[in-house]
C-alpha cells in the first residue's frame, strides 16, 4: 500500500511517490528564548517516528529541523544578550530532543548560520519586484502574489496587519529584513543597512539551503500555518521555487483543554516531563493521540500512558505464543500515519504473545528499551533481601517499610515463586 498523508495544502490524503524515491522533510523548529514545552516536541516526536517509518519502508529520507535563533522572542527575553541567550537555550533543546532515544534530526540548521543565503534570497525578491525597502527595513508584497492565502484558507483582502508600520505600501505586507532597533544587540551588514532577518524568510532559506528548491515535506504545528506558512510558501512560490509539495500540521497539546502555551502560564517543559515520567511514558503519551488532532496533557493522561508503558514492558516478559499481522500494522501508519491504530495493535500482540511483532513495532517508535532489564544497585537488591527476610519472620512492618525504602530508590519489588523480582518505577 502507498503511504498516503493528510495535506493542509488541498486538504485532502496525497499519496507520496513509490520507494525508493527520496523523502525531503523539512519541520520548523523552536524559537529559541527560554526552556522549551513539552508542545514544542510533539514535531520533532512525530515527525522523527515519520522518518523511521518512510525508511522503514523504503525511502531515502533526509530530515530536517531549523533552529530559530535570531527573533523578537530573543530580544525581549534577554535585553543586551540576545546571542548567548539564544545559544544557551538552543543547548537545552538539543539536549531535551535526544533525551527522547530517537535519534537526532539529519540537518539542524540555525538562522544566524544562514544569514548570507538569507539576504540573497531577499535581494531576488527585491529585484524582481516581490518586495521593497522601506527605512531601512524590506517588506513582501502580498497583493502582488496572486494566491496568498490558499494554503490557510484565507481570503487576502480580510489578512490582518502583522507588523504595524506607517511606511508599509499595504498593511498585510511582511518583514523580510528588518533594521536594528535601539536595544538590540545582534545585527548584520545587509544591503539595506544594519539589521536582522524576519521570522518567515529564515525558514525559506534554511529550507532552500539544505533541501534545495523543492522537497516533498513542510512540516510544524497547526499555529504555524499562518503566518508563517502562508508568508513562507509566497516568497518562494513567488521566485519560481517549487518549494513544498506536501504541508502537515500536528495538533496542538492541551493543558486541561487549552493550548499549552508560555502566555497561558500551563507550561510543562520537556526536562520536566522526562524527569517526573520518563522518556517511554512521553513517547507513549504522544503515540496515543493521532498527529493531526490536539493531545490532552494532564496527570491523568501521562498516569495511563505510564500504565500502558507497564502493560507492554510486563508482556515483553512473557513467552512468545503467536504469529501477529505485520500487514495490518503497516496498513494503520500508511493511512495518513495513524499511530492511535498502530498503538492498538501493539496491545494486541502483546495479549496475545505476539512479541517479535512487538519489539520490531515498539522499536519504530523509540521503545525497544521496554525490552531491556535494567540492573538494580547492590543497595537496593540489600534492601529486598532484607525484605523477604522480614516477611519470613512475619515482621510485616519491617518488610513495609523496606519495600517504601525500596520505592524511594525508583524501584518496584515484587514477590515470586523463587524469591522476588526488582522492576524500576518508570
Known amino acids: 500500500m502507498t503511504v498516503r498523508l493528510y495535506d493542509t495544502s488541498t486538504r485532502a490524503l496525497v499519496a507520496l511517490p513509490a520507494p525508493p524515491a527520496p523523502v525531503g522533510m523539512y519541520v520548523c523548529g523552536p524559537t529559541v528564548y527560554q526552556r522549551a514545552h513539552i508542545g514544542n ?171 534545495g528548491p523543492e522537497f516533498l515535506i513542510h512540516g510544524g504545528g497547526l499555529d504555524l500555518v499562518f503566518p508563517h506558512h502562508e508568508n513562507e510558501r509566497a516568497q518562494s512560490l513567488a521566485l519560481g521555487r517549487p518549494f513544498a509539495r506536501i504541508w502537515m500540521h500536528n495538533g496542538m497539546l492541551r493543558f486541561t483543554g487549552e493550548k499549552m502555551s508560555k502566555s497561558l502560564g500551563n507550561v510543562a517543559t520537556i526536562r520536566d516531563v522526562i524527569d517526573e515520567w520518563g522518556r517511554e511514558t512521553a513517547l507513549l503519551f504522544f503515540l496515543s493521540g493521532h498527529w493531526r488532532k490536539p493531545i ?36 494503520a501508519l500508511d493511512d495518513d500515519f495513524n499511530t492511535p491504530a498502530a498503538l492498538a495493535l501493539l496491545h494486541e500482540w502483546a495479549r496475545a504473545g505476539a512479541l517479535d511483532e512487538l519489539r520490531r513495532g515498539l522499536a519504530l517508535f523509540g521503545l525497544a528499551s521496554l525490552d531491556e532489564r535494567p540492573q538494580p544497585p547492590a543497595e537496593v537488591v540489600r534492601l529486598a533481601g532484607e525484605r523477604q527476610a522480614a516477611r519470613a519472620a512475619r515482621d510485616f512492618a519491617e518488610a513495609d517499610r523496606l519495600r517504601a525504602s525500596i520505592a524511594a530508590s525508583g524501584w518496584e519489588v515484587r514477590d515470586v515463586a523463587d524469591g522476588f523480582e526488582l522492576l524500576p518505577l518508570r
Open 41 to 211: 516536541a510533539r514535531p520533532f516526536v512525530v515527525f522523527s517516528w515519520l522518518r523511521n517509518w518512510l525508511r522503514e519502508r523504503g525511502h531515502a529520507v533526509t530530515f530536517v529541523h531549523n533552529i530559530t535563533d535570531v527573533n523578537d522572542k530573543i530580544y525581549e527575553a534577554a535585553p543586551g544578550r540576545s546571542a548567548e541567550r539564544a545559544l544557551e537555550a538552543t543547548r537545552w533543546y538539543l539536549e531535551d530532543i535526544e533525551a527522547f532515544g530517537l535519534g537526532m534530526p539529519d540537518e539542524l540548521p540555525r538562522a544566524t548560520e544562514t544569514i548570507p543565503d538569507i539576504v540573497a534570497l531577499v535581494e531576488e525578491l527585491v529585484a524582481s519586484g516581490h518586495a521593497y525597502e522601506a527605512g531601512g527595513d524590506v517588506y513582501f508584497r502580498v497583493a502582488g502574489f496572486e494566491s496568498y492565502g490558499a494554503l490557510s484558507g484565507q481570503r487576502p483582502d480580510q489578512v490582518e496587519e502583522q507588523e504595524p508600520n506607517p511606511l508599509k505600501e499595504d498593511p498585510r505586507d511582511f518583514a523580510l529584513w528588518k533594521a536594528t532597533k535601539e536595544g538590540e544587540d545582534t545585527w548584520w551588514e545587509s544591503p539595506w543597512g544594519r539589521g536582522r532577518p524576519g521570522w518567515h524568510i529564515e525558514c525559506s532559506a534554511m529550507a532552500e539551503k539544505t533541501l
Open 296 to 331: 490532552d496533557f494532564s496527570a491523568g493522561t501521562m498516569a495511563a500512558a505510564r500504565a500502558q508503558v507497564e502493560g507492554l514492558r510486563n508482556a515483553l516478559r512473557g513467552a512468545r505464543r503467536a504469529e501477529g499481522d505485520w500487514g495490518l500494522f503497516a496498513a
